[in-house]
């Protein structure tokens, strides 16, 4: 049964920053892509990121990039989230997820697996 977690959630000023980890069992980890979405509350689930099963391939929702970076420790099976200079709009539930293919998707349909959710919230 493959399971993810995500850490790293919590309170931060707007232009501060946050690490948001997410660790994935059951399963070789290496071999898949994985992705961050977020929801705010009244919103609709959005993509945030995501990176291909190496590492070497990543892409980003227009509203974070060149802000937030995705990482990935294939050998400790986790994947990081770097949210820099962080805005109140950044405030939501990330959701980290995972799918059974080397390659991302944008489309949320596309992933199989999802933690439980992790709460950022951005005061201005």
């Known amino acids: 049964q493959v399971q993810l977690v995500e850490s790293g959630g919590g309170s931060v000023q707007a232009g501060g920053s946050l690490r948001l980890s997410c660790t994935a069992s059951?399963?070789?980890?290496?071999?898949?892509?994985m992705g961050w979405f977020r929801q705010a509350p009244g919103k609709e689930r959005e993509f945030v990121g995501a990176?291909?099963?190496?590492?070497?391939?990543?892409e980003y929702a227009d509203s974070v990039k060149g802000r937030f970076t995705i990482s990935r420790d294939n050998a400790k099976s986790t994947m990081t989230l770097q949210m820099n200079n962080v805005k109140p709009e950044d405030t939501a539930v990330y959701y980290c997820?995972?799918?059974?293919?080397?390659?991302?998707?944008?489309?949320?349909?596309?992933?199989?697996?999802w933690g439980q959710g992790t709460q950022v919230t951005v005061s201005s």
């Open positions: 997820v995972t799918n059974w293919d080397y390659m991302y998707s944008v489309e949320a349909d596309e992933y199989d697996y």
């Open positions: 059951g399963r070789t980890f290496s071999r898949y892509a």
């Open positions: 990176i291909n099963w190496s590492g070497d391939s990543t």
